[in-house]
């Protein structure tokens, strides 16, 4: 009888105790990070990041495009813009440098003359030598150019109605301030191609005339 009474005892506390040692060692140890953790937060705090702010951007804010010939394509009558596709910033001012080999094309509609969407609707140009690429001109800022002397234009009309007339021979430089995030196409709008009315071949083809501003 002693024996049945006694086996439960024992099991009990074969249990119990070590579950107590168990506990209290937890304890000890939970102690003891907290007083670790606080010790190093007292000798330095932790770096604080902000997860829901984007992360800067590292894309340029200058971009150079170059107008090349259809000599320098070697594809005749197919001038175009190196590069056609640029991506640039959200939310920031992004200056744009292009330089025109090219000479000029008479604009058909004199609207595509004047310079919009840059910040002042206005854009630096400096008259360059193709033969003496090294020694531009005098710059001036300008708002429009004269329609006969344009040689392509660069316009973006979803990015806040960009137009920029580039006149032959020079190199203009303006600054747009973009928005949020999105792709937008642009097109020259001279009719610097091939075709009765020069608006096609390098005007309807991506890589040439028109290419896109990715905006991210
Ligand atoms: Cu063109």
């Known amino acids: ?30 102690d003891l990070r907290g007083a670790g953790s606080g010790a190093a937060a007292a000798a330095a705090a932790p ?3 902000d997860y829901s702010s984007p992360a800067t951007s590292t894309l340029p804010t200058t971009v150079y495009l170059t107008i090349v010939t259809g000599a320098q394509t070697g594809k005749d009558n197919y001038p175009a813009y190196v590069p056609s596709s640029v991506t640039i910033p ?12 090219d000479d000029a094309t008479p604009l058909q509609a004199a609207l595509f003359a004047k310079v919009t969407g840059t910040v002042g609707n206005t ?14 001109g005098q710059a001036t800022t300008v708002s429009q150019v004269d329609p006969n002397d344009v040689g392509h234009t660069f316009t973006a009309p ?36 091939t075709g009765p009315d020069g608006t096609s071949g390098p005007m309807v083809t991506t890589g040439y005339m028109q290419g896109t501003i990715t905006v991210t």
Request: charged residues 5%; contains cysteine.
């Open 1 to 30: 009888m002693n024996n049945r009474v006694a086996v439960p005892v024992l099991c009990l506390t074969a249990v119990v105790v070590p579950v107590l040692g168990l506990i209290t060692a937890v304890s000890v140890i939970t």
């Open 47 to 49: 770096p604080t990041i």
């Open 90 to 101: 959200a939310h920031s001012k992004v200056t744009f440098v292009i330089t025109n080999f």
């Open 123 to 136: 854009m630096s140009v400096t008259p360059i030598d193709p033969a003496n690429p090294n020694a531009p």
């Open 158 to 193: 979803g990015l806040g109605n960009l137009n920029i007339p580039v006149p032959g021979h020079a190199q203009v430089s303006f600054t747009v301030e973009t928005g949020a995030a999105g792709t937008f196409d642009w097109n020259c709008f001279d009719p610097c191609g």
